[in-house]
Structure formats: C-alpha cells, structure tokens
C-alpha cells in the first residue's frame, strides 16, 4: 500500500488541485456502491381513485346478465408468489464464487489443443451455443483435466506456504481482495477476471516445476544445489525506494506533461461565449441581436460550447445511422445535420435543422455551439453533459467564418418547438 501510495503520489496531487480530493477513484466507487447498496426511495401513497357508481349498483340487473355469484365465505387471499430475489449477501456471494470459478476455467481442461474454429463453435464445454448457457457439464476427460489443474493448484500453493511463507500467500490474498471487491460491486467473470488471472497461473507453474522436481528425485535425477538455492540478501529500504523511483518518475512525467501543455479551449462560461462573440462581432450577419442572445443564454435550459467539430453530417426526412441507442446521426423526421464536438466539457452531439445542406461545415474545426440542453429519452447517446438541441452553430475556420441557425425554432427558446 505504501509502495502504490508513493507511486500514485503525484496523480492524486494533481487530483487534488482539480477535484479537491487526493482519491480519484472515490467518486467512481460511490457511485457504484450508491447505485449497487442504496435502496429505491419508496413509493409514495397514493388514494384509491373514487368508484365509478355514483350510486349502488342495481343488483337485480346485474344478475339478470348471468353472472355467477360465489356464495363462498370470503377469505384472505394467500401470497401465492414469494420473494425469489436473493438476498444481498447471497447475491455477492455469488458473484465472488463464480470470480474463482471462472478464473480457474482458464486453465486447459483437455490435453489436446484445439483450434478457434472448434472452440466457438464445437463447443466442449464451455461456449454451448445451443442450450443457453453452460450448465457445468463436463465430459470424463474434462472432468479428470479439472481435478488436475485443482490438484496442481494446491501443490503450488502448498509449496509457496512452505518456501516462503507469508510473503508466499501475498498473491492469493490479493487474488481473494480483488475478488470480492468486484463481487461487492455485484459483477463478475468474463473481463472481471483478466487482471487477476496471472495469480492462477502463478500457483499452477509452482505446482509444475515441483512436480518436476520430484520427479528428478523420483528417478535418481539430481542437480547441483548451488545452482537451485539462491543466496539471500538483505533487503534495504534505500534500495526498495531506488525501485519505486522509475515508476514515481513515470507517473510524474505525465502530471508535468499534463501542466505544461497549453490548453486549447479554454472552459468558457455562457457569458464569457457571449463576450466572444461580442468582441469578433459574430452576429453582424443575422437577424438575432446579442441583448436577445444574452436574455436567452440567463434561462436554465441553455447551454454554450466552445470546442472542436468532428463528423458533421447531413441526413434528409427519415435518414440517418440505425443504432441501439438515439446518437445525433440517427434518423428524424425533418433535414438536420448532426455532429460531434469536444473540448474541456467532454464530447457532446448536437442537432441543427437546416432545409439545405451548409456549403461550409468542415470537419476539424473550431466551433460555437448554443441551443437547449436535451433530457429523457430524447437524450443522446455518448454526449455526455453536452446533448443539444442546437438553435445557433458559429464555424470560426481559418479560412472564413460561417454561422448556422436552426430554420425550425425562429426565436430563441427552451425547450426548441417543432413549429
């Protein structure tokens, strides 16, 4: 922990000048537990809606009808459908045990080595196609595989106790900590395990080499001892922090990197866009006067970028990308073009309807985006805090400047019409 401390030291300055807080992993961890261990607010009462009769019902008609009547005494009804949700620990649990199961899978189960073609679509065992997922069945073969890879496993943990003691146990008890650290945050297996697999393989080489080695003395196989026992040196805290210092200096380099590079877009505030435009004299050539520009840009639903255009495209009605999620190329119901930008903020997309298509709207350049802020499902995918509706687009190119309005919301308004 020291070591990792000492090596981070000069990323958790640097997040501590930014974000206030030497722990920048904290507010991705919160969110996770928050999301993960908070329960839902509960749903508040509502009354009953008043009954449709405003006076009783007349009996004898209804029962004119032929409707049965149960003459039976009531009764409360029993709950038939039990909670079958598990409970929180079981749920962790879970996913900590399928963490050692699926990292010990990575081992070879057969002795024959198959190609891609037969281990994805011949399954055996483990990627069955067919039925869903695998249900742990294994062949005899397999199975004895299993047992082996378990078998040697033990051995090379046994041996590690052995040789070395605690220091030798270090592993699997980093192996256990990141196990159900992921299977606190309720998920497991699959990319979960890749960092942590190496501890398997680990334990499984030690149990080889010392089958090899009992299997030289097995069969009067013997080796000279000066060339097996290494000599012990004494360790020294001067010398563990010379080992740490390429690695402290790495992640130095890329804080003072970080400082000294020029920022090319500065992070403007709505009021300091306006400015902007002000000074250049952006809005010479449209009909919106910058008193109208700065009463819209004081309502909530505003927002003002500063960034980098990428990817502008222009799709007329029912065009665009067909994707899972709504992303600013997908298809609309009048002529837009869609685009990316990033800067400061992140990256963001954004919408502007146009009848035509623009004559200037390169890719790759500096860009002033305004318009409303989208929410809900209307939200676009990947756009981060920058999903807009955009009613006003300035290209500040280096050739020439070019400004866009949207043709469907005349006045500056939020939310955009569709007028």
Known sequence: LISITIVLSPWMWRSWKIAETPFFFSGKASAILNEKFRAPPAPTPTVAPPSSFEEAPNVEEYLSVGYPIDKRPYTKPSPVFEETRPS???????????????????????PF?????????????????????WAGDLTTLEGLGLLLNL?????????????????????????????FSTALARTSGGRYIVPISWVVIFYFSLGVIQIIFWAGTLFKFTTNPKQIIAQKKVFTYKKGLLYLLPFFLFVSAITII?????QRYPNLTKN???????????????SISYEELGAF???????????LNLFPRYYAIGKGEYTA???????????????????PFGTGQAILPLEQPPSYFPHAEDIIVIGCIRKGPQRLAGAGNASLDALMVVVLGEDQTAIYTSNTSPSLQCPVSDN
């Open 151 to 179: 078998v040697l496993l033990s051995i090379g943990i046994g041996i590690s106790w052995q040789k070395w003691r605690l220091p030798g146990l270090i592993p699997l008890g980093i192996y256990i900590a990141y196990n």
């Open 325 to 343: 999620q709504k992303t600013a190329y997908s298809p609309e119901d009048f002529t837009r073009l869609g685009f990316t930008f990033i800067g």
């Open 258 to 262: 970080d400082q000294i590079t020029p």
């Open 88 to 110: 929180t620990s079981l749920t962790i649990l879970n996913h900590f045990v399928h963490n050692l199961v699926t990292s010990v899978l990575i081992l070879p189960t057969t």
């Open 113 to 133: 080595f198959h190609n891609l073609k037969h281990t994805l679509y011949e399954v055996s065992p483990f990627w069955n196609k067919t039925n869903g997922q």
């Open 297 to 307: 840009l004081q309502t909530p639903g505003s927002r003002a970028f500063l960034g």
């Open 272 to 286: 300091e866009i306006l400015e902007k435009l002000i000074q250049e004299d952006l809005l010479a050539e449209t």
